[in-house]
């Protein structure tokens, strides 16, 4: 395993942000959703797609708060531009487990 610096994690902005609208990816190759997420008054809002729907139905994702990488350059993912990474864990058979918080934390929020 590579091993970084303080100073190199510092830069990736991870930050808690809550699921405003989720949809099929209708376009999309593999299954997917498409995402709004608010982020707060300092970022607002992004739009991402997520290979997600093993775990997740839409309804189940609106409302939910997850984490992202919010300073990764924009994204074309086939009609859409993802503005973020929405971050996970995949489980023993490949499928996305999304990151999120335990309880209410300000939205935008950096891990710390």
């Known amino acids: 395993m590579e091993t970084i610096t ?20 209708k376009e999309a190759r593999k299954p997917a959703y498409i995402m709004q997420i608010d982020f707060g008054e300092e970022i607002g809002l992004r739009k991402s797609s997520a290979q997600i729907t093993v775990h997740y139905t839409p309804e189940e994702l609106v409302g939910r708060r997850i984490v992202a990488v919010v300073n990764f350059p924009k994204k074309q993912i086939g009609p859409i531009m993802s503005e973020c990474l929405v971050t996970g864990f995949a489980d023993d058979a490949g499928a996305i487990v999304l990151c999120g918080v335990d309880r209410d934390v300000p939205l935008g929020a950096k891990l710390c």
């Open 6 to 25: 303080w100073n190199e994690f510092e830069k990736v902005e991870l930050r808690v942000g809550k699921i405003l609208s989720a949809e099929v990816f």
